[in-house]
């Protein structure tokens, strides 16, 4: 290689790493100026949490890639964790029910790039449906379809009794999820409706307040069960 080689490529190096670093500024100028986006799709500085309780454990904080690869295993650090992740590592298990595992289908994978890409597709979906940001029209699903009171059992004298308790609210967050996904698992296993399209129309109905769908009916049954209970 000649020295004129040499110098040509060291200038193409040299502006290579010059426009990464600037690329890299203007994210972080977007940053600190709220106009960095959620996946780059999706202004998340106006989305507003009306539940105070769950306030705390929605995160929303604007990331290119919300992948936090297990490291926040604490119980109250879920938090921490975007709600987009939790939902996207609930599809990776849409069958199992307590102790019970259900066939799986081929979409169903451990894959955080496949379960991500039919979160994608279903907020997506939702954003042409709705005409509203998607993830607003979560969030509030989330907070109507979650349930405030349930059952537990204890034992007393022998005797085992229900008994009405309150849902914490990390819990309220997670059991949602987990519900939703359920929901649009059953009407798309063995059927010709995708995932994305179940799991977009479960979410639309919950913000609408409709009771056809799967997680607001399972919370008018714990709420039933836990006014009975009392």
């Known amino acids: 290689m000649t020295e004129q080689e040499l110098q040509t490529e060291n200038n193409e ?14 994210l972080e100028d977007a940053k600190k100026s709220n106009d960095f986006k959620l996946f780059d799709l999706y202004d998340v500085s106006e989305i507003k949490v009306v539940d105070p309780g769950m306030r705390r454990y929605i995160n929303l904080e604007p990331k290119l890639v919300v992948k936090s690869q297990g490291r926040i295993r604490k119980k109250f650090s879920r938090g921490k964790i975007n709600i987009l992740e939790l939902l996207a590592n609930l599809i990776a298990v849409p ?4 102790k019970k595992h259900k066939i799986q289908t081929g979409w169903k994978a451990g894959k955080y790039s496949q379960n991500m890409r039919i979160v994608l597709k279903c907020l997506k979906i939702v954003e042409e449906k709705t005409k509203q940001n998607p993830v607003q029209v979560l969030v509030t699903a989330v907070e109507n379809a979650a349930p405030r009171d349930g059952v537990t059992v204890i034992e007393y004298g022998g005797a085992r009794y229900p008994q009405a308790v309150d849902v914490s609210p990390v819990r309220r967050v997670t059991m949602t999820l987990r519900m939703m996904v359920q929901g649009s698992y059953d009407k798309s296993f063995n059927k010709k409706t995708k995932i994305e399209q179940a799991l977009a129309d479960e979410l639309i109905k919950a913000f609408n307040n409709d009771m056809d769908s799967f997680a607001m009916g399972r919370k008018r049954d ?4 836990a006014d009975s209970a009392r």
């Not at 190096?13 to 203007?26: F, Y």
């Open 222 to 225: 714990s709420e039933k069960q």
């Open 13 to 26: 190096i040299a502006e290579s790493i010059t426009e990464g670093i600037d690329q890299v500024q203007e």
């Open 95 to 98: 069958g199992h029910r307590g």
